[in-house]
């Protein structure tokens, strides 16, 4: 029986994507896992794989449209099957709501949560729509034209289909004279003017690099960072890698970031308030750990997201890693490979980096910054001997735990790295 392929939720805070291309296209057979699309959230250009089986029928929409969470995208069924009740007259699908996704806290934003006056927008502006960011439907390059102007996107009228509002509505609302509200929506972050001349030259924000800029203001002006800092011996950690790599193939071989992920994992599970996520009136655990790693890619970074590392093996842990850090470099990125994470672990140790603090990923509670292994004198039993130490910070979320339990977990953390044949139980 004929089935939508749906716009799938990459992330807390995505409400639309970007479809770039059709890898498959009509009359092309699909097997469930298959890619049958590549998209574009603000964060990473993904592969869209179908969920089911069958022959492709129809495409819904265009490379270049965009296209809300959980609207229909493709119809995939038996070759030759009557699908024109999927469809309307004019051979388009009918609009569907957004898909209902596994609950993921949001993290106290200044537009979303905080709380503030009541604002009463003009009749002819849009009018609030909870399935959409802000309450608002726009294109992203006229929320990012808004944000960039200090506009409030309720208080603009859309021209676009349904009512969406366009670059084009944002440049008129800007042209215009406007009485200034009451009270602001939210306190907008003050832009220091920027001289531009025969010496400098300016670049438009990639979606990701704009992406990165609003979610790292958001989480530094929202979420009360604290920082707690230890130094662990690794000296033990890397003879265990080094005997596990002995036995295995190169492409199979483990890294000092999975002995870290890992570790970090099985020291989440005595501190649940770090594997949880601050939403407003209450305090959200998360059941499952997975471990978030940052990635540097072209343009910024991105998060790939381990599932389930406190009970998977370390081979696996490596392994999933692996295959996603490649995809992340190589613009591949599956939608589960980013979704999920309850807990990041951002490490620079191989750009000899002492060591750093980190900026919390919400909406989770903490993040895991962790600097070079480096040679340095230690004393033991009162003499001077050569060690092996690394540094680690955690940033956690003041509005969810404290500098004690944060003070306990690094205790945790360092105990497993220190006798790492506990990451292999």
Same mark, same amino acid.
């Given at each position: 029986?004929?089935?939508? %392929?749906?716009?799938?939720?990459?992330?807390?805070?995505? *409400?639309?994507?970007?479809?770039?291309?059709?890898?498959? &296209?009509?009359?092309?057979?699909?097997?469930?896992?298959?890619?049958?699309?590549?998209?574009?959230?603000?964060?990473?250009?993904?592969?869209?794989?179908?969920?089911? #089986?069958? !022959?492709?029928?129809?495409?819904?929409?265009?490379?270049?449209? %965009?296209?809300?969470?959980?609207?229909?995208?493709? %119809?995939?069924?038996?070759?030759?099957?009557?699908?024109?009740?999927?469809?309307?007259?004019? $051979?388009? +699908?009918?609009? =569907?709501?957004?898909?209902?996704?596994?609950? &993921?806290?949001? +993290? !106290?934003?200044? !537009?979303?949560?905080?709380?503030?006056?009541?604002?009463?927008?003009?009749?002819?502006?849009?009018?609030?729509?909870?399935?959409? @960011?802000?309450?608002?439907?726009?294109?992203?390059?006229?929320?990012?034209?808004?944000?960039?102007?200090? %506009?409030?996107?309720?208080?603009?009228?859309? #021209?676009?289909?349904?009512?969406?509002? =366009?670059?084009?509505?944002?440049?008129?609302?800007?042209?215009?004279?406007?009485?200034? @509200?009451?009270?602001?929506?939210? @306190? &907008?972050?003050?832009? =220091?003017?920027?001289?531009?001349?025969?010496?400098?030259?300016?670049?438009?924000? /990639?979606?990701?690099?704009?992406?990165?800029?609003?979610?790292?203001?958001?989480?530094?002006? !929202?979420?009360?960072?604290?920082?707690?800092? /230890?130094?662990?011996?690794?000296?033990?950690?890397?003879?265990?890698?080094?005997?596990?790599? $002995?036995?295995?193939?190169?492409?199979?071989?483990?890294?000092?970031?999975?002995?870290?992920?890992?570790?970090?994992?099985?020291?989440? *599970?005595?501190?649940?308030?770090?594997?949880?996520?601050?939403?407003?009136?209450?305090?959200?655990?998360?059941?499952?750990?997975?471990?978030?790693?940052?990635?540097?890619?072209?343009?910024?970074? /991105?998060?790939?997201?381990?599932?389930?590392?406190?009970?998977? =093996?370390?081979?696996?842990?490596?392994?999933?890693?692996?295959?996603?850090?490649?995809?992340?470099? #190589?613009?591949?990125?599956?939608?589960?490979?980013?979704? $999920?994470?309850?807990? /990041?672990?951002?490490?620079?140790?191989?750009?000899?980096?002492?060591?750093?603090?980190?900026?919390?990923?919400? @909406?989770?509670?903490?993040?895991?910054?962790? $600097?070079?292994? *480096?040679?340095?004198?230690?004393?033991?039993?009162? &003499?001077?001997?050569?060690?092996? *130490?690394?540094?680690?910070?955690?940033?956690?979320?003041?509005?969810?735990?404290?500098?004690?339990? +944060?003070?306990?977990?690094?205790?945790?953390?360092?105990?497993?790295?220190?006798?790492?044949?506990?990451?292999?139980?």
């Amino acid at each position: 029986m004929a089935d939508f %392929i749906v716009m799938p939720k990459l992330g807390f805070d995505m *409400r639309e994507g970007v479809l770039n291309t059709w890898v498959k &296209q009509v009359g092309d057979a699909v097997d469930k896992g298959d890619v049958v699309a590549e998209i574009e959230s603000d964060k990473a250009t993904l592969e869209l794989e179908s969920h089911l #089986s069958g !022959t492709l029928l129809k495409l819904l929409h265009e490379p270049g449209d %965009i296209v809300p969470v959980g609207a229909n995208m493709a %119809i995939v069924g038996s070759e030759g099957e009557d699908i024109s009740g999927m469809i309307g007259g004019n $051979g388009v +699908a009918p609009a =569907t709501k957004a898909v209902p996704t596994e609950a &993921q806290p949001t +993290a !106290t934003t200044e !537009t979303e949560e905080s709380p503030v006056a009541p604002h009463v927008a003009p009749p002819s502006a849009a009018q609030p729509d909870e399935t959409y @960011p802000g309450g608002v439907k726009a294109t992203p390059v006229a929320r990012r034209l808004a944000e960039e102007r200090g %506009i409030d996107l309720l208080r603009v009228a859309g #021209s676009g289909p349904d009512g969406r509002i =366009t670059k084009s509505d944002v440049e008129a609302y800007a042209e215009k004279p406007q009485s200034a @509200p009451a009270q602001a929506i939210a @306190p &907008q972050v003050a832009i =220091t003017p920027v001289a531009v001349g025969p010496d400098s030259e300016e670049l438009p924000l /990639t979606r990701l690099r704009s992406a990165i800029s609003r979610r790292m203001v958001e989480s530094k002006t !929202t979420v009360p960072h604290f920082y707690v800092t /230890t130094e662990i011996d690794m000296a033990r950690a890397l003879t265990l890698r080094k005997e596990i790599n $002995g036995t295995l193939p190169e492409d199979q071989k483990i890294s000092v970031n999975d002995i870290i992920v890992k570790a970090a994992a099985l020291a989440v *599970r005595d501190f649940s308030n770090l594997n949880a996520s601050f939403a407003g009136d209450k305090i959200v655990l998360h059941k499952r750990i997975n471990i978030g790693s940052a990635v540097a890619v072209e343009g910024g970074l /991105t998060t790939i997201v381990q599932k389930d590392t406190d009970v998977s =093996t370390l081979s696996k842990v490596a392994a999933d890693n692996r295959a996603m850090i490649e995809r992340a470099r #190589s613009g591949k990125v599956r939608p589960d490979d980013v979704e $999920g994470g309850t807990f /990041t672990v951002s490490n620079l140790g191989a750009f000899d980096v002492d060591h750093f603090i980190a900026i919390i990923n919400p @909406p989770e509670a903490a993040i895991l910054a962790i $600097g070079s292994v *480096r040679e340095v004198p230690v004393v033991k039993d009162g &003499q001077l001997a050569v060690g092996m *130490r690394m540094k680690a910070t955690i940033s956690a979320d003041h509005r969810v735990t404290d500098g004690a339990e +944060a003070a306990r977990y690094m205790q945790r953390l360092k105990e497993l790295l220190e006798n790492p044949l506990r990451l292999l139980v």
